[in-house]
């Protein structure tokens, strides 16, 4: 199974700053089938990316996404309050799909 | 609007069995699938599996095979999970999402692929004795 490593743990910033996240596979996610997801506590998570750049329904032009192959990024150009969270990547190339560990972006 | 509701909490012992429900609500059921992924407390996201509501097909993660069986009922349009010989480390919020378009049926049917775009409210499974 392809395992997904996302860095950093933990990402202090202040409103208003930029955010990278990072993805890396363990082998060639096909067709760039990589999502990017924020979970807030106490809710389901919300699909913000799919197929590694395309932004989903509703999702501020804030979020992008960039790579292929086996290096993936999130940016978020700047930091709303709300966008404080934990985001997760996802390969749905090859089953089983894969979750990476979590970036969780605090408030520094 | 498209919502996926999922039923309420659940307490099990441990070697029993739970059933969890995802009804749909808001497009054509059988045009999608559903995937269901479980959160362990304080931790990340595991897929479990993929249930094709057009056929009932369905592909199990591997840690699960043998112990996890989803369904789905058309006419009610709702997803069914149920996770057997329950263990302590069961214990988790299990969550239901639409996976994957139809835009070929048939026999061999095709699917677009772009991620888990709807999921429900998700349900708390606690597995203690």
């Known amino acids: 199974e392809i395992v997904l490593t996302q860095s950093p743990g933990t990402l202090s910033l202040s409103p208003g700053e930029r955010a990278t996240l990072s993805c890396r596979a363990s082998?060639?996610?096909?067709?760039?089938?990589l999502a990017w997801y924020q979970q807030k506590p106490g809710q389901a998570p919300r699909l913000l990316i799919y197929?590694?750049?395309s932004r989903a329904t509703g999702i501020p032009d804030r979020f992008s996404g960039s790579g292929s192959g086996t290096d993936f990024t999130l940016t978020i150009s700047r930091l709303e309050p709300e966008d404080f969270a934990v985001y997760y990547c996802?390969?749905?190339?090859?089953?089983?799909?894969?979750f990476g560990q979590g970036t969780k972006v605090e408030i520094k | 609007q498209v919502h996926l509701v999922q039923s309420g909490a659940e307490v099990k012992k441990p070697g029993a069995s739970v059933k969890v429900s995802c009804k749909a609500s808001?497009?054509?059921?059988?045009?999608?699938?559903i995937s269901w992924v479980r959160q362990a407390p304080g931790q990340g996201l595991e897929w479990m599996g993929w249930?094709?509501?057009?056929?009932?097909?369905?592909n199990y993660a591997q840690k699960f095979q043998g112990r996890v069986i989803m369904t789905t009922d058309t006419s009610t349009s709702t997803a069914y999970m149920e996770l057997r010989s329950l263990r302590s480390d069961d214990t988790a919020v299990y969550y239901c999402?639409?996976?994957?378009?139809?835009?070929?049926?048939?026999?061999?049917?095709?699917?677009?692929?772009?991620?888990?775009?709807?999921w429900g409210q998700g349900t708390t499974v606690t597995v203690s004795s």
């Open positions: 999402a639409r996976d994957r378009q139809l835009v070929v049926p048939g026999s061999i049917p095709h699917y677009y692929y772009y991620g888990m775009d709807v």
């Open positions: 808001g497009y054509t059921f059988i045009n999608s699938g």
């Open positions: 249930i094709s509501a057009y056929n009932g097909n369905t």
């Open positions: 082998q060639s996610v096909s067709s760039s089938y």
């Open positions: 197929d590694a750049s």
């Open positions: 996802q390969q749905y190339g090859s089953s089983p799909w894969t």
